[in-house]
C-alpha cells in the first residue's frame, strides 16, 4: 500500500511538471521594394539597319537588373506588318529562366543636341492604376510598338552621326521575408577615406609643400607623398630646383599628368579625365605623346604599381590589330608586363593581320628583339595547339643502333 502511494504521488508531482506551458514568441516583417538598374545601348550606322525588315530587331549585350538577365530589342522596320513600318519598336525581354517576374520600366531615346529633349517610353507613369508589368515566363517582353514615328526620328535630334543612343531604366519589384524577432544588424558605411584625403588635396589646407609645374601650382602635403611613394617625394625634394617662392620646379611633367598622379596618391582612383577613356589608337608617331602613355610612365617613374596597373587596363582595351604593335612597344618601355602579355597573345592570335601593318615593319626596325619575343611567342603558342615537335619525341640514335 505504502508503495502503490507513492507511486500516485511521483505520478501526481509528474503530470503536474507536464502541465507547466513554455511561452516562446517570434515576429516576421515582409518588405517589398523596387530595385533599379540601368542600360545604356548605342545604334551604330543607323541607316544600315533600315530595310532589314519588319519584325527583325538589332539586340543589346544582355544585362543583370534585379537578379535577373534582361535584354533591349530595337526594332528599325517595327515589330508587325499593321505599321507598314512608318515606326520604330523598342522592347524590352527576359532572359532568365524565371516566371511573373514584376517590373516597372522606362526607355528613353536620348536627345543629342544642347537642347536635351528626350522621347520617353514609360510605366512609372501609371503604376499607381495598374501596378507593375509582369513578365511571365522566359522570353516575355513588354514595350511599345510604335515608339516613334521614324521620320520623325530621322528628322530629328536623337540621330546624330548616324547614331542613336537608348536608355533603358528597369525596377523590379522584390519581395524578401525576415524574422525580425532578431537582433537588427548594424550596417556599417563603406570607407569614405580616399573621398576625404581628396578633400584635403583639393583645398590646399595644411599643405607644406607647393610644386610649381610649368607655371601651374600644385600644393601638397609631405607625409602624404612619402607614405604613398618614397620615391615621388625623394625624386621631387632632393635637388630640384626651386623658384623665389620656394615652390619646386618641375618642367619635365605636364600639369594634367602631374595632376593625375596628386589624384591618385590621395584618393587611390583614376583621374576623371574624357582624354583617358576616349579611343587612343594612331601612327606610332604620336602613341608616347597620349595621356594613358604618359601617366602610365610616370607610374613607373615613381613606383606606383597600382596605378601603373590601372593604366595598362585602360590601355589594354584599345588593343586591336591596327595599335597592338605601338601599345607592345609602350608596354616594353615602361616594364609593363601585364600589358605586354596582352599585347603579344593578341598579336599571335592575329599574326597575319599584324604583319600586314606598317606598325609591325617599323617594329623591325627600331625595335629587332622585341619582334623576336614576338615570334618566339607565337611558336610557343602553335606548339601548344599541336603538342610537341615530332622532331622532339625522336631519341638521338648513334649508328651502332642501326644494327
Not at 370 to 384: A, D, I
Request: aromatic share 10%.
Amino acid at each position: 500500500m505504502k508503495v502503490e502511494k507513492e507511486k500516485r504521488v511521483r505520478d501526481r508531482k509528474m503530470t503536474g511538471e507536464h502541465r507547466r506551458s513554455v511561452t516562446s514568441w517570434s515576429s516576421s516583417e515582409s518588405v517589398t521594394e523596387i530595385v533599379l538598374g540601368s542600360h545604356m545601348f548605342e545604334i551604330k550606322g543607323y541607316s544600315l539597319t533600315k530595310g532589314m525588315g519588319i519584325g527583325k530587331c538589332i539586340d543589346s549585350k544582355k544585362f543583370t537588373i534585379g537578379g535577373y538577365e534582361w535584354g533591349i530589342q530595337f526594332y528599325p522596320d517595327g515589330k508587325y506588318t499593321k505599321d507598314n513600318s512608318s515606326y520604330v519598336s523598342l522592347f524590352i525581354t527576359l532572359y532568365s529562366n524565371a516566371t511573373d517576374v514584376p517590373v516597372f520600366y522606362q526607355i528613353i531615346l536620348l536627345d543629342q543636341t544642347p537642347k536635351r529633349k528626350r522621347h520617353a517610353g514609360t510605366h512609372y507613369d501609371h503604376s499607381f492604376e495598374c501596378g507593375p508589368c509582369v513578365f511571365k515566363t522566359r522570353g516575355s517582353m513588354w514595350g511599345y510598338n510604335r515608339f516613334c514615328n521614324r521620320k520623325d526620328l530621322e528628322a530629328s535630334g536623337f540621330l546624330k552621326d548616324d547614331c542613336l543612343k537608348i536608355e533603358c531604366t528597369i525596377g523590379v519589384v522584390v519581395t524578401s521575408c525576415s524574422d525580425s524577432s532578431k537582433l537588427k544588424k548594424i550596417k556599417v558605411p563603406e570607407s569614405d577615406m580616399s573621398e576625404q584625403f581628396g578633400r584635403l588635396l583639393d583645398s590646399g589646407a595644411f599643405s607644406d609643400i607647393t610644386f610649381s609645374v610649368r607655371g601651374q601650382k600644385f600644393p601638397a602635403h609631405k607625409l602624404v607623398l612619402a607614405a604613398r611613394s618614397k620615391l615621388f617625394l625623394t625624386e621631387f625634394v632632393n635637388g630640384r630646383e626651386k623658384d623665389e617662392d620656394g615652390h619646386i620646379l618641375i618642367n619635365d611633367i605636364e600639369p594634367r599628368v602631374f595632376k593625375a598622379l596628386l589624384h591618385f596618391i590621395y584618393r587611390d582612383c583614376l583621374i576623371h579625365d574624357k582624354e583617358l577613356y576616349k579611343s587612343r589608337w594612331s601612327p606610332y608617331s604620336s602613341v608616347f605623346e597620349t595621356f594613358p602613355a604618359k601617366l602610365l610612365a610616370a607610374a613607373e617613374k615613381f613606383d606606383l604599381s597600382r596605378l601603373k596597373l590601372m593604366c595598362e587596363s585602360v590601355l589594354c582595351n584599345d588593343i586591336s590589330t591596327d595599335s597592338v604593335v605601338n601599345i607592345l612597344l609602350l608596354a616594353d618601355r615602361n616594364h609593363a608586363t601585364e600589358l605586354k602579355y596582352a599585347c603579344l597573345k593578341f598579336a599571335v592570335q592575329n599574326l597575319h593581320a599584324v604583319m600586314q601593318s606598317d606598325c609591325f615593319k617599323y617594329l623591325t626596325q627600331k625595335n629587332p628583339l622585341l619582334q623576336v619575343e614576338l615570334l618566339q611567342t607565337w611558336v610557343e603558342f602553335k606548339e601548344s595547339l599541336i603538342g610537341k615537335p615530332k622532331y622532339e619525341s625522336l631519341k638521338t640514335q648513334s649508328p651502332d643502333d642501326d644494327h
